[in-house]
């Protein structure tokens, strides 16, 4: 009996690798945030771990490409994990799967971080201990009014239907 297993593995233990590491991967992103009522569900949390677990999975079947059996599953793993990727990518950027709701879920968390950096950063320069003490004092204010709007959004619906664009001068470098 030839033991030709000993140096190879199969594609459901890769695919558990690859889906224990996005949960814990999108579980981690959560770690910053100054207080657990902050932790709400991000689509764009989601969206950045799955983006990183089909660029994990393309890195890991390349370095452990003669540990996997069956050129062409190799190829199409990796194919799919590095189109999966850009394709993840495009969705993030864009912010495709972003409305209303699903943005202040996001930025809920997004502005907690703040918070716990701004508390807990080792700040001797006075002016920068100003600046953190308003940047906690804003986060805290934006979190409240976000709580807010998501529960008057889900009692009483939007009030918008049409799509509005951010103000000119509210984009970077102009």
């Not at 370095?63 to 495009?90: C, N, Q, T």
């Not at 976000?146 to 239907?161: F, H, P, Q, T």
Request: hydrophobic content about 50%; overall charge positive; proline content about 2%.
């Amino acid at each position: 009996m030839r033991d030709d297993t000993r140096n190879s593995m199969g594609w459901g233990r890769f695919a558990a690798m690859i889906a224990t590491s996005v949960l814990f991967m999108f579980l981690l992103m959560y770690q910053l945030v100054y207080s657990a009522d902050h932790v709400t569900f991000s689509i764009n949390r989601l969206v950045a771990s799955l983006l990183m677990g089909c660029v994990m999975a393309a890195i890991m079947l390349g370095f452990m490409w003669s540990m996997y059996e069956g050129r062409a599953i190799k190829i199409a793993v990796m194919a799919g994990g590095i189109a999966g990727a850009f394709a993840l990518l495009a969705v993030n950027r864009g912010q495709l799967l972003v409305d209303d709701t699903a943005f202040m879920r996001s930025m809920i968390p997004h502005h907690s971080i703040a918070i716990n950096n701004a508390r807990k950063a080792s700040i001797s320069d006075p002016r920068v201990r100003r600046l953190a003490d308003e940047i906690i004092e804003a986060q805290v204010r934006e979190i409240a009014e976000m709580k807010k709007l998501l529960a008057d959004i889900d009692a009483n619906g939007e009030r918008g239907s049409a799509g509005l664009r951010a103000r000119p001068e509210a984009r970077l470098g102009q």
